[in-house]
């Protein structure tokens, strides 16, 4: 099983093309094809890690995505964040989350904490 690390973005594109090989024909669990498979992917995974970064989404934006998945209105976060004009002030990014509301979202909604702990990429009205 010859596997180098990717150091090249040459390196990268053969890896791809490997992997890609593997994805097509799956090898069998416990098979040295398997492994070599796996130590594949964890080498691309590291890889595009690296050099391909994937920013977390702006809190409001986060929390306009969870509603739209789970079909949820303004009304419906009142709960986690407090009442109705409060939840628009957050929407409309007239208002910073607290922690308490962060926590709230957290617990209840499952948005990731990373993704409202950090500060709004946008500022906030005035």
Partial sequence: ????PIKTE???KAALRQVSA???NEPVPGTAEADR?????????????KYFPIDLPDPVEAIKFRMDQAGLTPKDLVP???????VYEIL????????????NLHQKLGIPAECLIQPPKQPLAT
């Fill in 37 to 49: 498979f796996e130590v594949l992917i964890t080498l691309v995974e590291a890889y595009e890690a």
């Fill in 1 to 4: 099983m010859e596997i180098r």
């Fill in 22 to 24: 593997y994805f097509d």
């Fill in 10 to 12: 040459e390196d990268y």
């Fill in 92 to 103: 409309n990014r007239k208002r910073p989350l607290t922690l308490h509301m962060i926590w």
């Fill in 80 to 86: 986690a964040i407090g009442r109705l004009n409060r």
